[in-house]
């Protein structure tokens, strides 16, 4: 095999450290179970134990969460606190092979940082993106790396997940206007999304 070879890195019993805890990062946790990785996690307090328990889930704060995992994996709503939650600091903290997975929103990564330390091979493990700072812009030095996996926020890119998101917007509509409560709340409502990390509040 030539030196030039495309190779990947493998996922099976390695270290995946969620960032965010709510309702789609513990999804994360338990499809991660199905390849034997170790499961770590962040967020404004830790899960009930149960939750941990069930998904083999447990809590780091987000140094140690960084410096430990083979894979970190962003699942927070963006608000002034998770604003370029992962800037050049951290990514300084990251194990050099780690990669970096945002499908969550493009400014909780400071995309230049991110840039810059591609290109410096301070992480060369590489960068998976779903979401951009300034989308439809994004930082042009990132579309020249290998190391870069971008795709156009289509994360939700699949016929049964649209018409389930159809559907529930159609069955909050008719609860409004029947005057009943709200079906479905995992949709961003006044800047918080149901059961999403990072909030005071544990909302």
């Known amino acids: 095999m030539g030196s030039d070879a495309p190779l990947g890195q493998g996922y099976c019993r390695q270290t995946l450290g969620i960032v965010g805890f709510g309702r ?20 404004y307090k830790p899960a009930p134990d149960d939750v ?97 996996i971008m795709v156009p926020h289509i994360a939700s890119a699949s016929v049964e997940t649209r018409t389930r998101m159809a559907t529930m917007a159609a069955e909050n509509a008719i609860a409004v206007v029947a005057g009943k409560p709200l079906p479905t709340w995992s949709i961003l409502m006044f800047g918080r999304e149901e059961g999403s990390s990072y909030l005071p509040n544990g909302a």
């Open 24 to 43: 789609i990062g513990q999804a994360m946790a338990q499809r991660a179970t199905g390849f034997n990785m170790k499961v770590l996690y962040n967020d």
């Open 52 to 148: 941990e328990e069930a998904l083999d889930a447990e809590y780091r704060e987000l140094p140690d969460l960084l410096r430990e995992s083979d894979f970190v994996s962003l699942h927070v709503p963006l608000m002034e606190s998770t604003h370029h939650l992962i800037d050049y600091a951290e990514l300084e903290q990251m194990k050099r092979t780690a990669i970096l997975i945002n499908t969550s929103r493009g400014p909780v990564v400071n995309e230049k940082a991110l840039a810059r330390a591609l290109q410096s091979k301070l992480i060369f493990g590489g960068a998976g993106l779903d979401v951009y700072e300034n989308e439809p812009e994004f930082e042009p030095e990132l579309a020249t790396m290998d190391s870069v």
